[in-house]
């Protein structure tokens, strides 16, 4: 009996493993998707802050993927990046002072 006790356990653990691993190779890819995007528009990595991966719950049991960069020179924004159908678009910059939402504010331009 014990000896399907410690199988169930390791192959639970291993199972576990496994679903960690590919979130977070998910959210690493994500990472990197953001970044190449930053590339092609033109910046380099030391003008922005790495990227952080934020989820937000939007509405009850919806739940958006989106990375947020800070650029030095304007540091009183976090932009928020989501993945489209399209690819990685800008979302949304948010006031860091007021902490309030800016959809009208335009993504940085190089």
């Known amino acids: 009996m014990k000896k399907y006790i410690s199988i169930i356990f390791v192959f639970l653990l291993v199972f576990i493993g ?4 590919s979130e977070y190779k998910k959210v690493e890819d994500f990472k990197n998707e953001v970044v190449e995007y930053l590339n092609k528009k033109g910046f380099t990595p030391e003008e922005y802050s790495p990227p952080k991966y934020v989820k937000y719950e939007v509405m009850k049991g919806l739940k958006v993927d989106t990375i947020e960069i800070i650029f030095y020179e304007e540091r009183n924004y976090t932009y928020s990046y989501m993945r489209t159908a399209d690819g990685i678009e800008f979302d949304h910059a948010i006031n860091e ?9 335009e993504e940085p331009i190089k």
């Open 18 to 21: 496994i679903f960690w691993y």
């Open 97 to 105: 002072d007021t902490g309030e939402r800016d959809y009208d504010k």
